[in-house]
């Protein structure tokens, strides 16, 4: 598998998360057992583990730790037009 993105957080694994555009939703699939957390502008964390989340708006990925307990540098920001 190629990365496209990659991370220097020891929270993360070779392939922790895949991003895909598919039938016109992008979504964020977590491929590991340490989970993706992901946080929509002004909403909570969302935890996955080996599960998918459709992407809207703008947030905040995080791999390990929720978004919260995360620095900035270490936190990956999207947004979906």
């Given amino acids: 598998m190629q990365s496209d993105l990659l991370c220097q957080t020891e929270l993360a694994s070779r392939s922790n998360a895949a991003i895909d555009f598919h039938r016109g939703k992008i979504l964020l699939t977590n491929q590991n057992s340490k989970g993706t957390y992901v946080k929509a502008d002004g909403g909570e964390n969302n935890f996955l583990r080996r599960q998918e989340?459709?992407?809207?708006?703008?947030g905040f990925i995080s791999l390990g730790a929720e978004v919260s307990e995360q620095e900035e540098g270490q936190l990956m920001r999207y947004v979906c037009e």
Avoid: N, P, Q, S
Wanted: aromatic share 16%.
């Fill in 53 to 58: 989340l459709m992407l809207w708006g703008g």
